[in-house]
């Protein structure tokens, strides 16, 4: 059974970069993902990683933003560059168990992460 935590959030200035990590068991063959919620707003997708290594991504971080996975360490990242006031959110990793295509309902179990808070302020 797939358990997820994530690690590196933190406070950091407009402009700045951090990287998330979400570990867990058993996933490597699941499809990944990111989502972020802000305060007063809905939950939404960020990057999504199938288990062959194909992304995709919201439109509002293309270009800034890097999902990855290493199956052999059980973990996902996320690399964030150039990081905004509007990227202030608590994240969120997912795993989608069973799946067609990357942006597909899942029809399989799936799984959160507890989230982790990252805050971009000056």
């Known amino acids: 059974q797939a358990q997820l935590v994530e690690f590196g959030g933190g406070l950091v200035e407009p402009g700045g970069s951090l990287r998330l990590s979400c570990t867990g068991s058993?996933?490597?063959?699941?499809?990944l993902a990111w989502f972020r919620q802000a305060p007063g707003k809905e939950r939404e997708l960020v990057a999504v990683?199938?288990?062959?290594?194909?992304?995709h991504y919201a439109d509002f971080v293309k270009a800034r933003f890097t999902i990855s996975r290493d199956n052999a360490k059980n973990t996902m990242y996320l690399q964030m560059n150039r990081l905004n006031s509007e990227d202030t959110a608590v994240y969120y990793c997912?795993?989608?168990?069973?799946?067609?295509?990357?942006?597909?309902?899942?029809?399989?179990?799936?799984?959160w992460g507890q989230g982790t808070q990252v805050t971009v302020s000056s």
């Open positions: 997912h795993a989608c168990m069973a799946y067609t295509y990357l942006q597909s309902p899942c029809y399989g179990k799936t799984y």
């Open positions: 058993d996933f490597s063959s699941a499809r």
């Open positions: 990683i199938g288990d062959s290594a194909a992304t």
